[in-house]
Nanobody
């Protein structure tokens, strides 16, 4: 059974940084795709960034140049480094794993096709 465990959320002032981690377990294939999505109150969940086990990345338009996704294949863990945070980045951040994650982040496929989600970690940015 696939499990995704997120950590690293918190509260920070605008301009600050946070790093999120997502550990994947129970997945038996060599190739995987992991990504981050976020959902603010009253808004739809949107794609933030994705990475596959080959290191190919995709970013949502609003975070390009500020957020960086990376992975440690030996640990099956993905990281999201968030710099120059803005109040509009405030949201619950969810980790996901599915072959369609990169296309969902790019807005090509629906998030409804993603099968595995983490429990979420809150990021709050104050002005």
């Amino acid at each position: 059974q696939v499990q995704l465990v997120e950590s690293g959320g918190g509260s920070v002032q605008a301009g600050g940084s946070l790093r999120l981690s997502c550990a994947l377990s129970g997945y038996t294939y060599r190739y995987y795709v992991m990504g981050w999505f976020r959902q603010a109150p009253g808004k739809e969940r949107e794609g933030v960034a994705s990475i596959d086990s080959d290191g190919d990345t995709t970013y949502g338009h609003s975070v390009k140049g500020r957020f960086t996704i990376s992975q440690d294949n030996a640990k099956n863990t993905a990281y999201l480094q968030m710099n120059n945070l803005k109040p509009e980045d405030t949201a619950m951040y969810y980790c996901a794993s599915d072959p369609t994650v990169c296309m969902a982040v790019a807005g090509i496929l629906s998030l409804a096709d993603i099968s595995d989600w983490g429990q979420g970690t809150q990021v709050t940015v104050s002005s």
